[in-house]
């Protein structure tokens, strides 16, 4: 008198007496008939369900194996090494989310779309309760715009937030957290900007205790805030990619030792050094109070710098 559906291996739906339900009706993302969820199996290139007709929010990718779903925080706590989750459209986090310590490496392309609201951790321990350099790579164009307070990008000691990729938007909020418990050499979380990307609201050292902070490299980025706890000062020139420098809104750059504890630094942006300012000592080497660079050269061309006038020259006519 009433079918009693039960999911086989293959993931039908089937009857004792030996009914498959067709789940060819759907209303609410469930089937009218056996009452279970669509498994989205039939997902149209506008990442819109071709059978229950739901828009899909994200599509991850593991070893080959494609899913499907509308629920993003649950994706990225199932993400395991390697994932590939990309956004289909644009998401919210109810509280917080993250990758977990066992998953080594997780992308997240943005996809065009935007994060808006909530808390995104990026790192932490695994199931044996120990912390672990896992690392989110960030790609695409796309934006994380949660309301003021209401989220930030918290990178956990070990942890590398990879914007490399990321190929502009906004991101309103990073934090760099750090742990005084944990011997200094692999507690350091990190964050790497690259050239395309675009605007960072505050990047934040809020725990600062290590003398000399290595991993994070900056090599583009707008930043409206870099802000420094009153905890071990942060010299900014470690920051910076080999080669780079920041540049205020005045065109005016910033020299490279300047340390920041307790302060912030505002409206700045991470270019190509063009060494605007190197004097040699009396034994030749000239060092850029910019960027660092420092050795004995002849000349510099959109920022290179020569060690021989003749491949400068070269450089300069191509």
């Not at 005084?180 to 960072?200: C, F, L, W």
Request: glycine share 12%.
């Amino acid at each position: 008198t009433k079918h009693e559906f039960a999911r086989n291996s293959d993931g039908k739906y089937t009857c004792a007496c030996g009914y498959t339900c067709p789940h060819n009706d759907f209303k609410d993302g469930k089937c009218t008939i056996c009452g279970n969820g669509c498994a989205h199996t039939n997902v149209n290139s506008e990442g819109v369900c071709e059978n229950c007709k739901t828009q899909m929010a994200v599509k991850s990718e593991t070893g080959g194996t494609v899913t499907y779903s509308t629920d993003f925080t649950a994706a990225m706590k199932a993400a395991t090494d390697g994932t590939k989750i990309t956004l289909l459209a644009d998401v919210s986090i109810s509280n917080r989310t993250g990758i977990s310590g066992d998953a080594t490496t997780v992308t997240l392309d943005l996809n065009g779309h935007k994060i808006t609201s909530g808390w995104l951790d990026v790192g932490g321990k695994d199931t044996n309760g120990t912390y672990t350099a896992c690392t989110l790579k960030i790609i695409g164009k796309g934006s994380y715009e949660p309301p003021l307070y209401g989220g930030i990008i918290t990178v956990n000691m070990k942890a590398t937030l990879d914007l490399s990729e990321w190929e502009g938007g906004t991101i309103s909020s990073i934090n760099i957290s750090d742990n005084s418990n944990y011997e200094a050499e692999t507690r350091e979380a990190a964050v790497i900007v690259g050239p395309k990307a675009g605007t960072i609201g505050k990047l934040s050292f809020g725990n600062n205790q290590l003398g000399e902070l290595k991993k994070t490299k900056l090599s583009g980025g707008s930043f409206n805030e870099i802000w420094v706890a009153d905890f071990g000062p942060v010299k900014l020139g470690e920051l910076l990619a080999d080669g780079y420098a920041y540049q205020k809104a005045d065109g005016a750059y910033v020299e490279y030792g300047t340390p920041l504890r307790g302060a912030s630094i505002y409206n700045v942006k991470v270019v190509k050094c063009l060494h605007p300012n190197m004097k040699p000592d009396e034994t030749g080497v000239a060092t850029c109070e910019y960027c660092g660079k420092s050795g004995k050269f002849v000349a510099s061309v959109d920022g290179n710098l020569y060690t021989d006038m003749n491949g400068a020259i070269s450089y300069w006519l191509e």
